[in-house]
């Protein structure tokens, strides 16, 4: 079983930045694919970034790409996602999501595709 927990999510001003964190337990961390979804208010989850097993292949929405970067660290156990030039359009909760079958192949981001889930923390982004 895994358990993922998100951190570093808070309230942020137009422009700005934060660091989200997901810290994974179980040694089969470094197995899995894994992505970034975020839900605002009304609105369907929608799919933010995936990283490979080893972190050598990622993948961004359109709405983020060239503004939020995702990244692991196999030996911490941990996923992060930088995010930069943060607009109030990014206000959401952001959850961190595991794919054990990510071998399968396919696009992977669809909720659907991932098996394991964290709480969600709040991302504000005032104008």
């Known amino acids: 079983q895994v358990q993922l927990v998100e951190s570093g999510g808070g309230l942020v001003q137009a422009g700005g930045s934060l660091r989200l964190s997901c810290a994974a337990s179980?040694?089969?961390?470094?197995?899995?694919?894994m992505g970034w979804f975020r839900q605002a208010p009304g609105l369907e989850r929608e799919f933010v970034a995936r990283i490979s097993w080893s972190g050598g292949r990622t993948y961004y929405s359109d709405s983020v790409k060239g503004r939020f970067t995702i990244s692991r660290d196999n030996t911490k156990n941990t996923m992060y996602l930088q995010m930069n030039s943060l607009n109030p359009e990014d206000t959401a909760v952001y959850y961190c999501?595991?794919?054990?079958?990510?071998?399968?192949?396919?696009?992977?981001?669809?909720?659907?595709?991932?098996?394991?889930w964290g709480q969600g923390t709040q991302v504000t982004v005032s104008s």
């Open positions: 999501a595991a794919d054990p079958n990510a071998w399968q192949g396919g696009r992977r981001v669809s909720s659907s595709d991932y098996g394991y």
């Open positions: 179980g040694r089969m961390f470094s197995s899995y694919g």
